[in-house]
């Protein structure tokens, strides 16, 4: 059994307390049975919409992503052609990150 929280609670209750005129916005993520990593990080910017770049630094450090999002990244990559610094630039990744995934998943 893996034991992780109900985002899709989470964020409902985040939407209806504090952020009821974001609702539209975030209904099509909350529309899902499942939310996926990828999911919550686009719900996380925008509901909160930060731009620090000391903020985002800090965020992207606590990141951690499933083997469903790793393919839909890499899937990302195939599709529309990119090398792995663009890639990581678009998702705000490591090179070396993507890197090691795809010795990974690929090797």
Known sequence: MKNTPDYK???SDIIN???PEKEEMCRIFL???NLSVLDVIQINKVLFNTNSSDNTQFNQRHRSY???AISHI???QKKYQ???SQ???HFKLSRNTITKWKSKVLG
């Open 9 to 11: 609670k989470i964020y």
């Open 82 to 84: 990119l090398n792995n």
């Open 87 to 89: 890639l990581a630039k």
């Open 31 to 33: 529309s899902k049975e």
């Open 74 to 76: 890499l899937d990302y």
């Open 66 to 68: 499933d083997v469903s």
């Open 17 to 19: 307390i504090q952020y």
